[in-house]
């Protein structure tokens, strides 16, 4: 009757000690990963104008900045009187493959309300629109925003490069690919006026 | 004695086994890759879908063209390499628009689409069955992916369990021409 009693409350005692210490587990993982994510994430490397970034399965150079009224490189002004902003930029492919994963390459953060999305990329080369990048040819490339009508003109331009690192059999097809990409630098650029043409 | 090698060998050469055959076992993306046709310049190969012989390469340092009504100049920082070849269909309609230029380092080059409204520019257009087309592949690669090339030809880039022509390209191709106009060039 008493040793039956007592190891039933040995086995209460000790599923109730298992259960407060996996809850104690569990409340101390989650506080901690809150804690990670509340602090500040980690200051990216500044790329300079003009300086190269190796980035994996690119190399860019980051030039100018500037406001402009052309729609395209070599176009008239747009009639409306709507601003653009274009970015001068090198992209060298540093994968062995043809590729036109370009868009992906920056983003524009924090990111500019006056900015509408999609971005066109043009080949300087050809003053047309960028379709591929050949592996190991360095192409001018410039990136024109439309700014939303009306909209306040950005002083500065903040850019967050990303990268990718090569894997040569992906866990699905066994295939190479590119994968991970995450950011690896920030640039900062002034956006310059837009020019007078006569 | 015998047992306790059978307890521990047995899980072992599994795991020997199991390693080797994740490490050196073909992927799937190679089982269910492009079936290869090899062959060279001047060779009729005949696929499943198509059937494709290059005659010549050119390399050129600028192309000109007339494209809906203007003249347009292409210039590079590599070099462009043209294969001159006649494309078939057999035995129904296809396009064959995975034109590759595979370097000797391995590098692919994928057809140049700088080329829209090219004169008899191969690739973009439908073929239909007996009516075949002659014309050129135009790929923009640097100068050092010239040599000991291979021309990939299949229907489309990633071609699966279906043919890809590997044509072998000259060691050595000469320099090349400053300027060549492709309306100006002899297909035939």
Redesign the interface.
């Known amino acids: 009757m008493i040793v039956s009693w007592l190891a039933g409350l040995r086995q209460a005692v000790s599923s109730k000690l298992t259960i407060g210490i996996g809850g104690l587990l569990a409340l101390a993982i989650t506080s901690g990963q809150s804690l990670l994510e509340a602090l500040e994430p980690p200051t990216l490397p500044v790329l300079a104008a003009g300086a190269s970034l190796d980035a994996g399965r690119w190399r860019i150079a980051l030039h100018e900045a500037s406001l402009t009224t052309q729609s395209r490189p070599d176009g008239p002004p747009a009639p409306d009187g709507t601003q653009f902003l274009a970015l001068d930029l090198d992209i060298v492919n540093r994968s062995s493959e043809t590729d036109n994963t370009f868009a992906r390459i920056f983003i524009v953060d924090p990111s500019i309300d006056a900015l509408q999305p999609n971005p066109i990329f043009w080949l300087m080369r050809d003053k047309a629109i960028l379709s591929a990048l050949q592996p190991g040819l360095r192409e001018r490339v410039r990136v024109i925003w439309r700014l939303a009508p009306g909209a306040k003109v950005p002083e500065r331009l903040r850019l967050v490069v990303n990268g990718e690192t090569f894997k040569p059999r992906d866990n699905l097809f066994a295939a190479p690919g590119w994968f991970n990409r995450k950011p690896i630098a920030a640039a900062s650029l002034p956006v310059a006026a837009a020019e007078m043409r006569p | 004695m015998s047992g306790v090698f059978a307890k521990l060998g047995a899980p072992l050469i599994a795991a020997l086994l199991l390693a080797g055959m994740q490490r050196f076992t073909?992927?799937?993306?190679?089982i269910t890759g492009p079936i290869p046709l090899k062959g060279d310049l001047g060779e009729t190969l005949t696929g499943r879908g198509f059937t494709v012989r290059a005659d010549k390469v050119l390399l050129a340092e600028k192309l000109r063209f007339k494209a809906y009504g203007r003249e347009v100049e292409?210039?590079?920082?590599?070099v462009f390499a043209l294969v001159i070849a006649r494309l078939d269909a057999q035995p129904v309609s296809t396009t064959v628009s995975g034109a590759i230029w595979r370097s000797a380092?391995?590098?692919?080059?994928?057809a140049?689409?700088?080329f829209q409204g090219a004169p008899r520019l191969l690739g973009t257009d439908r073929l239909e069955p007996g009516l075949p087309q002659r014309g050129v592949f135009i790929f923009?690669?640097?100068r050092?992916?010239v040599a000991g090339a291979t021309l990939l030809v299949a229907a489309s880039r990633w071609p699966r369990l279906d043919t890809q022509a590997e044509i072998a390209l000259p060691a050595t191709l000469g320099t090349p021409a400053s300027l060549l106009d492709l309306n100006e060039l002899a297909y035939e």
């Open positions: 073909p992927g799937y993306a190679e292409r210039d590079t920082g590599g380092q391995g590098a692919r080059f994928v140049s689409p700088r923009e690669v640097p050092e992916a």
